[in-house]
């Protein structure tokens, strides 16, 4: 009798040891991030003084040109050189209402005052004012390196270093790969768009409440509110 | 029952006594044989089990100088061990008379992901089983309806005219739930504002994960893989230094980073300027400017954590090119 509990016991540890193996943890591919992704340079480089343009290869400074040749003062015409420019800036559509038409490597303030080129933010202050009183307080744009505004390593980012001053608004982007949720399957064929689990009563229910709420075609008249995050943060007020 | 329990002694020569000797002796022998199972397997990583100095060691605050530097010293020898090489360990104490503040701006996001994946890279986070930080949550717009939102959106090009992004990430709580449900006070509040984790000290209960309002807490379920070559070797013990399998880890606001001056690794990697940050306790910080005035939404305000977090909203929209047409055909 005693022998016959001891091999019941050791079989069960046998089975405990050699059994079906315990769950591993599901690892699937990890994401490919390269590191120009993630890079912190500004997103563009831009025109310190003196500016420089290369026209065939050699590297010119604006009165190079300029200096001798004299353009005309109106300033609608078609560009003969620059050609690469794309001029996309709203109503703001004449060279000279940034850059001095006399001094070509200085930026045109208001009246005949002149600005160098590392001083761009003044010049954008003429119209963008509210962005540009955010900017000088830090709540536009971007400082890299230190938090510290006191500290003389701070590097905060000048308009041009992010915006094209020719086309500023910014082009969309490529997202980066989302989160890889591993033991929940895909959730987009479970709980974004795709068929719902009805088993499971809160999957059911939110169902029911999207369909209360949300009409099945969204008519033009219904309206995505166009003020965005902005409005619905006054809705919530 | 001792009569009884001696008759059956008579019939069968097995007392009640030896029974349950025999009985618990063999299930003793067979749970250690359960217990000692991992040796077996392929994967095993003796690193698992931890040196007896890790065992011995104290919890953070209780270190002394000295004891503090045998631990780096020992976590330097196991980095270099696993990783090939030598990291910048140090123990980034917390500052004083600073308090950190996270702002972001919603009109600014695009869901790019960018602070995402440079967070990772800064902070060592496990690439396979993948943990991230921060959780960029797509919100149809008209709303800032949690409920509604997505974080596996995968759209060719952001943003998508029809939605707007909301990263989430740790809102380092003034009343942080994770720290109070904490059995072993391995994680708790330092002076400028951070919660931190003692990653030797955490026992891998996951109660903060349960408690934090804002998913911002994540468990090592399985051994943290990042590739030798993708290791980040300016490290703190409190933040990026690797973590072992069945510990939590979350956010930090970059503490190896912010606590000597620099920016957190997902403000300057952010391609919109969306991510400001700074030490609210200074009249002339970017937060302190945009606390003063901007208009703020505070993320699950009602929780009462009182988050150092900040979500902001500019006057106008931005403009990006190509997704206006689409937003003003809906709109219109």
Known sequence: MAIGIAVCFLALAGWFLFGPASASFPRTESAVIAASDITIDPVRTVQTDQPVVKIAGFEMHCMNCHGLFESRPETARRLTQHQHIVLDHGLNDRCFNCHDNEQRDMLALRGSKKIPYKQVARLCAKCHGPTYRDWQQGMHGKALLRWDPDDPGRRPLRCSECHDPHAPAFDPLRPLPGPNTLRMGDPKDKQHGGEVDLKDPLRKWQLEIDNRHLPAEPGPSEGIDEGTAASAAEAIR | ?332
């Open chain 2, 1 to 332: 029952m001792t009569h009884a329990g001696s008759a059956d002694s008579d019939l069968s020569g097995v007392t009640r006594r030896s029974f349950l000797g025999t009985a618990a002796a063999v299930t003793g022998v067979a749970a250690v044989v359960t217990a000692l199972k991992p040796l077996l397997e392929a994967d095993f990583d003796p690193g698992d089990l931890g040196s007896v100095e890790q065992f011995l060691q104290k919890h953070y605050k209780e270190m002394t100088p000295l004891e503090m530097e045998e631990a780096l010293a020992r976590i330097r020898r196991q980095v270099r061990e696993r990783f090939d090489i030598e990291p910048n360990l140090r123990d980034a104490r917390s500052l004083v008379g600073v308090e950190f503040v996270y702002a972001l701006n919603l009109s600014r996001c695009i869901g790019c992901r960018r602070c995402v994946h440079a967070c990772v890279a800064e902070n060592n986070q496990s690439r396979n089983p993948e943990i991230q930080y921060i959780r960029v949550l797509e919100i149809p717009k008209g709303t800032i309806d949690i409920e509604r939102s997505d974080h596996h959106y995968d759209h060719e090009t952001v943003p998508d005219p029809d939605h707007f992004y909301m990263p989430v990430q740790c809102h380092q709580c003034a009343d942080p739930p994770c720290v109070k449900v904490c059995p072993v006070e391995a994680t708790w509040q330092e002076d400028d504002g951070i919660t931190v984790v003692d990653y030797d000290w955490c026992i891998g209960c996951r109660y903060c994960q349960a408690a934090c309002p804002y998913w911002a807490r994540r468990f090592n379920f399985a051994e943290p893989e990042i590739p030798k070559d993708q290791i980040n070797p300016d490290m703190a013990y409190l933040s990026n230094r690797p973590r072992p399998k069945g510990v939590m880890e979350k956010c930090t606001y970059c503490l190896h980073r912010t606590r000597e001056g620099r920016m957190p690794a997902c403000l300057e990697v952010c391609p919109v300027g969306a991510r400001k940050f700074g030490d609210v306790l200074d009249p002339d910080s970017e937060v302190t400017q945009i606390l003063r005035k901007k208009r703020i939404y505070v993320l699950k305000e009602e929780a009462s954590t009182l988050p150092r977090f900040f979500y902001y909203f500019d006057e106008r929209r931005p403009q990006i090119r190509e997704g206006d047409a689409a937003t003003e055909g809906a709109a219109s």
